[in-house]
């Protein structure tokens, strides 16, 4: 960790962006949400609870048609997490996004475990409907 410098942007990028162009070209992180599309596959209810009990805050519907949640995940962290509705040609996604400041606070390394950490918040939370005892 560092003390950083600056505020957060409010833009939001995926993790990959936080990388570096050279790792940025070749690095696929997408596996690392792939379960909470599964998890949350035609259950938005489900999900919007879970945000909430997360501490997510309802950012509105996007343009693209995906519902964007924020989370202060630290002090200077910040998420967006944006869910797509699955259909007949795509499967439910869930993406999350970090300030574009975010590596300014932490390193990639730490970012990239934050985000582990979160998907499997969102999964206990779902699955137990409750955050005691194991956050």
């Not at 990028?13 to 050279?22: D, F």
């Not at 574009?100 to 979160?118: I, P, V």
Request: with cysteine; charged share 20%.
């Amino acid at each position: 960790m560092s003390k950083g410098m600056g505020e957060p942007a409010f833009l939001y990028v995926p993790i990959s962006h936080l990388t570096g162009a050279v790792i940025t070209l070749s690095t696929n992180t997408k596996w690392m949400t792939d379960p909470l599309g599964k998890t949350f596959s035609e259950d938005y209810a489900t999900f919007s609870e879970t945000m909430c009990r997360l501490g997510g805050g309802f950012n509105g519907k996007l343009k693209s048609g995906g519902y964007s949640w924020l989370l202060k995940a630290l002090p200077k962290i910040l998420l967006q997490i944006v869910y797509y509705d699955g259909d007949d040609e795509f499967p439910c996604e869930v993406h999350i996004l970090f300030d574009k400041n975010a590596s300014k606070f932490l390193e990639f390394e730490c970012l990239a475990f934050l985000e582990g950490c979160l998907v499997r918040a969102m999964i206990m939370t779902a699955k137990t409907g409750d955050t005691a005892g194991w956050v």
